[in-house]
Protein backbone atom coordinates (compact mmCIF):
# COMPACT_ATOMS: atom_id res chain seq x y z
CA UNK A 1 0.00 0.00 0.00
CA UNK A 2 1.23 3.26 -0.94
CA UNK A 3 1.91 5.61 1.83
CA UNK A 4 1.72 9.55 1.58
CA UNK A 5 4.18 11.86 3.36
CA UNK A 6 2.65 14.91 5.11
CA UNK A 7 1.12 17.13 2.34
CA UNK A 8 3.62 19.86 0.77
CA UNK A 9 0.97 23.06 0.59
CA UNK A 10 2.02 25.78 -2.07
CA UNK A 11 0.55 28.72 -3.16
CA UNK A 12 4.16 29.79 -5.12
CA UNK A 13 5.30 27.74 -7.76
CA UNK A 14 7.10 24.58 -7.74
CA UNK A 15 9.98 22.83 -9.73
CA UNK A 16 9.65 19.13 -10.43
CA UNK A 17 12.14 16.86 -11.90
CA UNK A 18 12.83 13.37 -11.92
CA UNK A 19 15.69 10.54 -12.18
CA UNK A 20 18.89 11.90 -11.33
CA UNK A 21 20.86 9.07 -12.29
CA UNK A 22 24.35 9.47 -10.49
CA UNK A 23 24.42 12.33 -13.13
CA UNK A 24 26.06 14.67 -11.12
CA UNK A 25 26.07 17.51 -12.84
CA UNK A 26 22.90 17.59 -14.43
CA UNK A 27 21.58 17.06 -10.47
CA UNK A 28 23.77 20.93 -9.93
CA UNK A 29 22.49 22.01 -12.53
CA UNK A 30 18.71 21.29 -11.95
CA UNK A 31 19.58 22.81 -8.45
CA UNK A 32 20.83 25.84 -10.02
CA UNK A 33 18.09 26.62 -12.11
CA UNK A 34 15.54 26.31 -8.66
CA UNK A 35 17.74 28.77 -7.28
CA UNK A 36 17.77 30.69 -10.51
CA UNK A 37 14.06 31.14 -10.45
CA UNK A 38 14.07 31.96 -7.00
CA UNK A 39 12.36 28.84 -6.09
CA UNK A 40 13.38 27.73 -2.16
CA UNK A 41 14.64 23.83 -2.56
CA UNK A 42 11.51 23.35 0.07
CA UNK A 43 9.28 23.54 -2.98
CA UNK A 44 11.65 21.26 -5.03
CA UNK A 45 10.42 17.47 -5.99
CA UNK A 46 12.66 15.09 -7.37
CA UNK A 47 10.35 11.81 -8.40
CA UNK A 48 13.07 9.08 -7.48
CA UNK A 49 15.74 7.25 -9.16
CA UNK A 50 18.70 9.13 -7.53
CA UNK A 51 21.37 6.27 -8.32
CA UNK A 52 21.51 4.88 -11.87
CA UNK A 53 23.15 5.01 -15.58
CA UNK A 54 26.05 7.52 -14.47
CA UNK A 55 29.31 7.80 -12.99
CA UNK A 56 28.20 9.38 -9.03
CA UNK A 57 25.73 7.70 -7.59
CA UNK A 58 27.33 8.16 -3.90
CA UNK A 59 27.78 12.25 -4.82
CA UNK A 60 24.40 11.97 -6.22
CA UNK A 61 22.66 10.90 -3.47
CA UNK A 62 24.42 12.84 -1.25
CA UNK A 63 23.96 15.95 -2.93
CA UNK A 64 20.28 15.17 -3.26
CA UNK A 65 20.06 14.66 0.70
CA UNK A 66 21.78 17.81 1.52
CA UNK A 67 20.03 19.72 -0.20
CA UNK A 68 16.56 19.21 1.54
CA UNK A 69 14.23 19.00 -1.65
CA UNK A 70 11.53 16.20 -1.39
CA UNK A 71 12.13 13.03 -2.82
CA UNK A 72 9.89 9.96 -3.75
CA UNK A 73 11.39 6.73 -3.56
CA UNK A 74 12.12 5.58 -6.62
CA UNK A 75 12.49 1.55 -7.51
CA UNK A 76 16.43 2.34 -8.09
CA UNK A 77 16.26 3.54 -4.61
CA UNK A 78 14.23 0.89 -3.11
CA UNK A 79 16.43 -1.88 -4.56
CA UNK A 80 19.23 0.37 -3.40
CA UNK A 81 17.97 0.10 0.19
CA UNK A 82 17.04 -3.21 0.19
CA UNK A 83 20.31 -5.22 -0.47
CA UNK A 84 18.49 -6.41 -3.95
CA UNK A 85 20.28 -7.97 -6.95
CA UNK A 86 19.72 -5.62 -9.16
CA UNK A 87 17.34 -2.30 -10.45
CA UNK A 88 14.04 -3.66 -10.24
CA UNK A 89 12.93 -1.41 -13.24
CA UNK A 90 11.13 -4.10 -15.14
CA UNK A 91 12.86 -3.80 -18.16
CA UNK A 92 11.99 -7.34 -20.48
CA UNK A 93 14.29 -10.54 -19.26
CA UNK A 94 16.88 -10.65 -22.24
CA UNK A 95 16.21 -6.98 -23.86
CA UNK A 96 19.81 -4.75 -24.29
CA UNK A 97 17.99 -2.94 -21.38
CA UNK A 98 18.17 -5.69 -18.88
CA UNK A 99 21.69 -6.48 -19.93
CA UNK A 100 23.06 -2.74 -19.59
CA UNK A 101 21.33 -2.36 -16.01
CA UNK A 102 23.46 -5.20 -14.92
CA UNK A 103 26.68 -3.23 -15.51
CA UNK A 104 24.98 -0.17 -14.07
CA UNK A 105 23.73 -1.77 -11.10
CA UNK A 106 26.02 -3.21 -9.78
CA UNK A 107 28.74 -0.03 -9.99
CA UNK A 108 26.02 1.73 -7.90
CA UNK A 109 25.45 -1.17 -5.72
CA UNK A 110 29.40 -1.17 -4.53
CA UNK A 111 29.55 2.31 -3.79
CA UNK A 112 26.28 3.25 -1.92
CA UNK A 113 27.11 3.71 1.26
CA UNK A 114 25.20 2.19 4.51
CA UNK A 115 23.71 5.25 5.71
CA UNK A 116 22.75 6.35 2.72
CA UNK A 117 20.70 2.99 1.66
CA UNK A 118 19.09 4.07 5.13
CA UNK A 119 18.19 7.25 4.28
CA UNK A 120 16.71 5.70 0.86
CA UNK A 121 14.53 3.33 2.97
CA UNK A 122 12.55 5.85 4.93
CA UNK A 123 11.79 7.98 1.56
CA UNK A 124 7.96 8.27 0.83
CA UNK A 125 6.17 6.63 -1.73
CA UNK A 126 4.11 9.29 -2.27
CA UNK A 127 4.22 12.86 -1.43
CA UNK A 128 0.48 14.80 -1.40
CA UNK A 129 1.33 18.32 -2.82
CA UNK A 130 -1.35 20.83 -2.70
CA UNK A 131 -0.45 23.55 -4.83
CA UNK A 132 -3.28 26.16 -5.49
CA UNK A 133 -6.73 24.34 -5.32
CA UNK A 134 -5.10 21.15 -6.96
CA UNK A 135 -4.97 18.17 -4.87
CA UNK A 136 -1.91 15.93 -6.82
CA UNK A 137 -0.32 12.69 -5.84
CA UNK A 138 3.86 12.81 -6.59
CA UNK A 139 4.92 9.16 -7.42
CA UNK A 140 7.42 7.53 -8.87
CA UNK A 141 6.06 4.81 -11.44
CA UNK A 142 2.35 4.34 -10.86
CA UNK A 143 0.31 4.17 -7.38
CA UNK A 144 -0.12 0.45 -7.97
CA UNK A 145 3.12 -0.64 -8.31
CA UNK A 146 6.28 1.43 -8.04
CA UNK A 147 8.50 0.40 -10.66
CA UNK A 148 5.06 0.71 -13.78
CA UNK A 149 6.48 2.62 -17.27
CA UNK A 150 3.34 5.07 -17.66
CA UNK A 151 3.96 6.98 -21.15
CA UNK A 152 1.75 9.69 -22.95
CA UNK A 153 0.38 6.80 -25.12
CA UNK A 154 -0.28 4.21 -22.10
CA UNK A 155 -3.80 3.81 -22.53
CA UNK A 156 -6.62 6.42 -20.58
CA UNK A 157 -8.09 3.48 -19.15
CA UNK A 158 -5.02 2.61 -17.03
CA UNK A 159 -4.23 5.92 -16.48
CA UNK A 160 -8.00 6.76 -14.87
CA UNK A 161 -7.45 3.38 -12.75
CA UNK A 162 -4.25 5.17 -11.08
CA UNK A 163 -5.51 8.21 -10.60
CA UNK A 164 -8.68 6.34 -8.68
CA UNK A 165 -6.34 5.00 -6.64
CA UNK A 166 -4.27 7.90 -6.07
CA UNK A 167 -7.75 9.79 -4.87
CA UNK A 168 -6.67 13.22 -6.08
CA UNK A 169 -7.25 15.92 -8.84
CA UNK A 170 -3.94 14.47 -10.55
CA UNK A 171 -1.22 12.91 -10.40
CA UNK A 172 2.99 13.76 -11.17
CA UNK A 173 4.74 10.46 -12.23
CA UNK A 174 8.24 9.60 -13.29
CA UNK A 175 9.98 6.09 -14.30
CA UNK A 176 9.35 6.16 -18.32
CA UNK A 177 11.79 9.12 -18.85
CA UNK A 178 9.92 11.29 -21.07
CA UNK A 179 7.95 14.57 -20.52
CA UNK A 180 4.45 14.79 -21.12
CA UNK A 181 1.10 16.66 -20.19
CA UNK A 182 -2.41 14.98 -20.27
CA UNK A 183 -6.00 15.35 -19.29
CA UNK A 184 -7.46 12.05 -18.31
CA UNK A 185 -11.05 12.40 -17.92
CA UNK A 186 -10.43 15.62 -16.30
CA UNK A 187 -8.02 15.03 -14.47
CA UNK A 188 -4.06 15.62 -14.85
CA UNK A 189 -1.39 13.82 -15.26
CA UNK A 190 1.50 15.07 -15.75
CA UNK A 191 5.49 13.42 -15.95
CA UNK A 192 8.50 16.71 -16.26
CA UNK A 193 10.87 14.21 -17.30
CA UNK A 194 14.46 13.28 -15.62
CA UNK A 195 17.76 15.25 -15.31
CA UNK A 196 19.93 12.12 -15.29
CA UNK A 197 19.34 11.48 -18.93
CA UNK A 198 17.85 13.23 -22.08
CA UNK A 199 15.00 12.36 -23.45
CA UNK A 200 15.57 10.27 -26.64
CA UNK A 201 15.12 13.80 -28.55
CA UNK A 202 18.50 14.04 -30.74
CA UNK A 203 20.02 16.73 -27.85
CA UNK A 204 21.96 16.43 -24.76
CA UNK A 205 19.36 18.48 -23.28
CA UNK A 206 17.23 17.29 -20.31
CA UNK A 207 14.10 17.80 -18.74
CA UNK A 208 12.25 19.31 -15.67
CA UNK A 209 9.00 21.45 -15.18
CA UNK A 210 7.61 24.05 -13.33
CA UNK A 211 3.86 24.17 -11.58
CA UNK A 212 2.93 27.47 -11.05
CA UNK A 213 -0.50 27.88 -9.22
CA UNK A 214 -2.93 30.39 -10.65
CA UNK A 215 -5.76 32.71 -9.46
CA UNK A 216 -8.57 30.87 -11.56
CA UNK A 217 -7.58 27.95 -9.40
CA UNK A 218 -5.78 26.10 -12.80
CA UNK A 219 -1.56 25.64 -12.97
CA UNK A 220 0.47 26.95 -15.85
CA UNK A 221 2.34 23.90 -15.95
CA UNK A 222 5.60 25.07 -17.68
CA UNK A 223 7.87 21.52 -19.67
CA UNK A 224 11.76 23.66 -19.54
CA UNK A 225 14.80 21.94 -21.17
CA UNK A 226 17.65 22.29 -19.30
CA UNK A 227 21.48 22.34 -21.04
CA UNK A 228 24.39 21.22 -18.23
CA UNK A 229 28.02 20.46 -18.44
CA UNK A 230 27.51 16.69 -20.81
CA UNK A 231 30.77 16.47 -21.53
CA UNK A 232 31.72 16.27 -18.02
CA UNK A 233 29.32 13.78 -16.99
CA UNK A 234 30.21 11.04 -20.27
CA UNK A 235 33.89 11.81 -18.96
CA UNK A 236 33.40 10.19 -15.97
CA UNK A 237 31.28 7.73 -16.80
CA UNK A 238 34.40 6.68 -19.25
CA UNK A 239 37.28 7.29 -16.48
CA UNK A 240 34.67 4.98 -14.04
CA UNK A 241 35.07 2.02 -16.60
CA UNK A 242 31.13 1.93 -17.56
CA UNK A 243 30.06 0.62 -20.16
CA UNK A 244 29.97 3.16 -23.61
CA UNK A 245 26.32 2.97 -24.45
CA UNK A 246 25.02 5.42 -21.80
CA UNK A 247 27.57 7.59 -22.30
CA UNK A 248 27.41 7.51 -25.89
CA UNK A 249 23.54 8.35 -25.14
CA UNK A 250 24.65 11.42 -23.06
CA UNK A 251 26.40 12.98 -25.76
CA UNK A 252 23.83 11.78 -28.54
CA UNK A 253 21.12 12.47 -27.11
CA UNK A 254 19.73 8.85 -28.10
CA UNK A 255 19.03 6.41 -25.86
CA UNK A 256 20.47 3.11 -26.35
CA UNK A 257 17.63 0.89 -26.35
CA UNK A 258 14.46 1.37 -27.18
CA UNK A 259 13.16 -1.72 -25.82
CA UNK A 260 10.75 -0.02 -23.13
CA UNK A 261 8.90 1.86 -24.98
CA UNK A 262 5.98 1.89 -27.02
CA UNK A 263 5.64 1.67 -30.86
CA UNK A 264 4.98 6.16 -30.81
CA UNK A 265 6.99 7.06 -28.30
CA UNK A 266 9.76 4.83 -30.44
CA UNK A 267 8.76 6.58 -33.93
CA UNK A 268 9.51 9.79 -32.35
CA UNK A 269 13.18 8.76 -31.55
CA UNK A 270 16.08 11.65 -32.65
CA UNK A 271 12.59 14.29 -32.81
CA UNK A 272 13.78 17.44 -31.13
CA UNK A 273 11.13 18.38 -27.96
CA UNK A 274 10.29 22.24 -27.81
CA UNK A 275 10.16 23.70 -24.42
CA UNK A 276 6.47 24.86 -23.82
CA UNK A 277 3.95 25.65 -21.50
CA UNK A 278 0.57 25.09 -20.78
CA UNK A 279 -2.78 25.85 -18.71
CA UNK A 280 -5.01 23.28 -16.99
CA UNK A 281 -7.56 23.90 -14.76
CA UNK A 282 -10.18 21.14 -12.99
CA UNK A 283 -12.98 20.58 -14.62
CA UNK A 284 -16.55 19.70 -13.15
CA UNK A 285 -18.15 16.88 -14.75
CA UNK A 286 -21.13 18.27 -17.18
CA UNK A 287 -24.58 17.80 -16.97
CA UNK A 288 -24.84 14.46 -18.66
CA UNK A 289 -22.09 13.52 -15.84
CA UNK A 290 -19.10 13.77 -18.67
CA UNK A 291 -16.13 15.17 -17.95
CA UNK A 292 -13.78 16.57 -20.39
CA UNK A 293 -12.10 14.81 -23.02
CA UNK A 294 -8.65 13.22 -22.70
CA UNK A 295 -6.00 14.85 -24.81
CA UNK A 296 -2.29 15.39 -24.89
CA UNK A 297 -1.57 18.77 -24.32
CA UNK A 298 2.44 18.45 -24.52
CA UNK A 299 4.52 17.72 -26.52
CA UNK A 300 2.98 19.76 -29.07
CA UNK A 301 4.34 17.19 -32.17
CA UNK A 302 2.67 14.93 -30.33
CA UNK A 303 -0.62 16.41 -30.49
CA UNK A 304 -0.38 17.76 -34.02
CA UNK A 305 0.84 14.20 -35.37
CA UNK A 306 -2.07 12.46 -33.25
CA UNK A 307 -4.95 14.92 -34.65
CA UNK A 308 -3.33 14.59 -38.47
CA UNK A 309 -3.82 10.51 -37.86
Same mark, same amino acid.
Given at each position: ???????????????????????????? !?????????????????????????????????????????????????????????????????????????????????????????????????????????????? =????????????????? !????????????????????????????????????????????????????????????????? =?????????????? %??????????????????????????????????????? !??????? %????????? %????????????????????
Amino acid at each position: MTRPSSPLIAQVPVLVFGGPYSNLQATE !AVLTAARERQIPFDHVICTGDLAAYCANPQETIERVRRSGIHVVMGNCDEQLADGAGDCGCGFPADSACDRLSAAWFQYCDARVSADQRGWLAQLPRMIELQIGRARLAV =IHGSVSAINHFIFATTD !AGSKAHELDLAGCDGVIGGHCGLPFTEIVAGRLWHNPGVVGMPANDGTPRVWYSVLTPLADGGLE =IEHAALSYDHENAA %RAMADAGLPPDYRIGLETGLWPSLDVLPAWERSQTGRHL !ASGALRW %RQQQPSEDG %RAEPDRLLWPEHVVATAEAV
